[in-house]
């Protein structure tokens, strides 16, 4: 237990006498204050002043300097607020977005209109908050086209979008700004591959850079994968993560759209088709139940549901869907909400077992 130089008061005046210790910025938050019965005994950072001497001769009644061992504070992580208390007014310090995605050395934020000019120092501050972060990117529009990415500013430290990130023992080259990526997603991507058996075929319909299909590949060494994406920015990343993690053997990448590539290369070939392709997953449940062997398997289905009840409308939609396709939901083996996307948005999992 270390010893202070230390302000000890009777219990009665111990608020006034805090607060009088914070004025002065003596306050030593290292070490916790301690209390006896009838005293407190607040720890101070330095010997005191002549002013601080005066200044505790005015306000308090009875108070006396000693030296005293105490028990030292657990020490708090400091968040980017901490470091602009002095920079931002209190009804600004608030909105400073907490929610930050970490992709490797990358940190992604959000920045709310009204701190618009202090996204620069709000960078920064992560950087002092986050030592292992050396770029910021503030999203600067949304997920949008065919290849689900958007646009980002680097608001501190390196100009650059592009990083090595790691994942439940799987390396990754991603470039946020180039093909989409998302760490939010990380458990699905290790469920996922869990569920995966010996000796399947595998089907990704929407492959990305391939956080589904690398984990699979390097649990399952006798699993074959096909991975297609439209994206030929995606599929190069996709590629060079495949060799990184040593599964070339396993892992056929395609670039093109997963309609025109299930109808010309994979009809019928899988035991189990992944399909994180959210916003119009439903559309492509025709090429899901295609690429499914004659006598069916299993559908990993992404979807945003905008509804009270997100799990029974998907399920509504994707029966329907793959009803129409001549295949039928023999079972739902599992179905939950992933995440809350926006308000009352969710995304939703279902996966279906198909005959
Ligand atoms: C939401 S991202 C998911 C990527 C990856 N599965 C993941 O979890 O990170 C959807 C991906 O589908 C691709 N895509 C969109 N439309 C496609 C299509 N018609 N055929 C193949 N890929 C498509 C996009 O380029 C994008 O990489």
Same mark, same amino acid.
């Given at each position: 237990m270390?010893?202070?130089? #230390?302000?000890?008061?009777?219990?009665?005046?111990?608020?006034?006498?805090? &607060?009088?210790v @914070?004025?002065l910025?003596?306050?030593?938050?290292?070490?916790q204050?301690?209390?006896t019965?009838?005293?407190?005994?607040? !720890?101070?950072?330095?010997?005191?002043?002549?002013? @601080?001497?005066?200044?505790?001769?005015?306000?308090?009644?009875?108070?006396? %300097?000693?030296?005293? *061992?105490?028990?030292?504070?657990e020490?708090?992580? %400091?968040?980017?607020a901490?470091?602009?208390?002095?920079t931002?007014?209190?009804?600004?310090?608030?909105?400073? !977005?907490?929610?930050?995605?970490?992709?490797?050395?990358? @940190?992604?934020?959000?920045? !709310?209109?009204?701190?618009?000019?202090?996204k620069?120092?709000?960078?920064e501050?992560?950087?002092? =908050?986050?030592?292992?972060?050396?770029t910021?990117? /503030?999203?600067?529009?949304?997920?949008?086209?065919?290849?689900?990415?958007?646009?980002?500013?680097?608001? =501190?430290?390196?100009n650059?979008?592009?990083?090595?990130? &790691?994942?439940?023992?799987?390396?990754?080259?991603?470039d946020?700004?180039?093909?989409?990526?998302?760490?939010?997603?990380?458990?699905?991507? *290790?469920?996922?591959?869990?569920?995966?058996?010996?000796?399947?075929?595998?089907?990704?319909?929407f492959?990305?850079?391939? !956080?589904?299909?690398?984990?699979?590949?390097?649990?399952?060494?006798?699993?074959?994968?096909?991975?297609?994406?439209?994206n030929?920015? /995606?599929? /190069?990343?996709?590629?060079? *993560?495949?060799?990184?993690?040593?599964?070339?053997?396993?892992?056929?990448?395609?670039?093109?759209?997963?309609?025109q590539?299930?109808?010309e290369?994979?009809?019928?070939? =899988?035991?189990?088709?992944?399909?994180?392709?959210?916003?119009?997953?439903?559309?492509?449940?025709?090429?899901? #139940?295609?690429?499914?062997?004659?006598?069916?398997?299993?559908?990993h289905?992404? #979807?945003?549901?905008?509804?009270s009840?997100?799990?029974k409308?998907?399920?509504?939609q994707?029966t329907?869907?793959?009803?129409?396709?001549? &295949?039928?939901?023999?079972?739902?083996?599992l179905?939950?909400?992933?995440?809350?996307?926006?308000p009352?948005t969710?995304?939703?999992? %279902?996966?279906?077992?198909?005959?």
């Open positions: 270390p010893e202070a130089v #230390c302000l000890k008061v009777p219990k009665k005046l111990g608020e006034l006498a805090i &607060r009088l @914070a004025e910025d003596l306050f030593n938050r290292n070490l204050i301690h209390q019965e009838g005293s407190l005994y607040i !720890p101070l950072t330095v010997d005191l002043s002549y002013d @601080a001497f005066s200044v505790f001769e005015k306000s308090l009644s009875k108070y006396e %300097l000693s030296v005293h *061992n105490f028990v030292e504070r020490k708090r992580h %400091l968040v980017p901490d470091f602009l208390a002095d931002l007014p209190p009804d600004l310090l608030v909105l400073i !977005p907490r929610a930050i995605d970490f992709v490797g050395d990358i @940190a992604i934020v959000e920045i !709310p209109a009204e701190l618009i000019d202090y620069n120092a709000i960078g501050a992560i950087l002092k =908050a986050h030592k292992h972060v050396s910021v990117l /503030a999203k600067s529009g949304a997920v949008e086209g065919i290849y689900r990415i958007r646009d980002f500013e680097v608001i =501190a430290g390196d650059k979008t592009a990083t090595l990130y &790691r994942e439940y023992g799987c390396t990754y080259y991603v946020v700004a180039k093909a989409y990526f998302s760490p939010r997603l990380s458990t699905e991507h *290790n469920r996922v591959a869990l569920a995966v058996k010996a000796g399947e075929t595998v089907v990704d319909l492959a990305g850079v391939g !956080p589904f299909v690398v984990p699979i590949a390097k649990k399952h060494p006798n699993v074959k994968i096909y991975a297609v994406d439209v030929p920015d /995606a599929v /190069a990343f996709l590629k060079r *993560n495949v060799a990184l993690n040593r599964a070339e053997k396993q892992v056929v990448p395609i670039v093109g759209d997963a309609r590539i299930v109808q290369q994979l009809l019928g070939k =899988a035991d189990r088709v992944i399909m994180n392709l959210p916003e119009t997953s439903l559309e492509f449940v025709d090429v899901a #139940c295609k690429a499914l062997k004659p006598e069916g398997g299993i559908i289905y992404y #979807c945003f549901v905008n509804d009840g997100p799990l409308t998907a399920k509504t994707l329907q869907a793959v009803t129409q396709n001549k &295949r039928q939901v023999k079972e739902f083996l179905a939950k909400s992933v995440r809350e996307v926006a009352y969710w995304q939703v999992v %279902l996966d279906a077992k198909i005959q």
